[in-house]
């Protein structure tokens, strides 16, 4: 059964910096690609960014603010969240690509390419 459990998240004011973790248990994951979305009230879950093959894949909307790292020792992918905007306050999740689903980098922008979801972490952002 595979588990996985963010943590990180909290309150911090904008311009502020956050640090997500996924610890990621049940299976090795050294070789499966792990993704981050959001979600804010009332909107769909948006990809913000994934790590595979040793690549980060970032949306554009954090690019230049978040990084993507993971210590496979650990079983943890991090998101590492600087420069805050308001506009970040959401939901964030981790996932676990598909082992059925071929790896593209418009596979990893989409939800529904990912097994397994952790429970989420609250980040909010206030102006």
């Known amino acids: 059964q595979v588990q996985l459990v963010e943590s990180g998240g909290g309150l911090v004011q904008a311009g502020g910096s956050l640090r997500l973790s996924c610890a990621a248990s049940?299976?090795?994951?050294?070789?499966?690609?792990m993704g981050w979305f959001r979600q804010a009230p009332g909107k769909e879950r948006e990809f913000v960014g994934a790590?595979?093959?040793?690549?980060?894949y970032l949306a554009d909307s954090v690019k230049g603010r978040f990084t993507i790292s993971r210590d496979n020792a650990k079983n943890t992918v991090y998101l590492q969240m600087n420069s805050l905007k308001p506009e970040d306050t959401a939901d964030y999740y981790c996932?676990?690509?598909?082992?059925?689903?071929?790896?593209?980098?418009?596979?990893?922008?989409?939800?529904?390419?990912?097994?397994?979801w952790g429970q989420g972490t609250q980040v909010t952002v206030s102006s």
């Open positions: 049940g299976r090795t994951f050294s070789v499966s690609p």
């Open positions: 790590w595979s093959g040793g690549t980060a």
């Open positions: 996932a676990l690509y598909s082992t059925l689903r071929r790896t593209t980098v418009a596979a990893l922008r989409s939800a529904t390419s990912y097994d397994y």
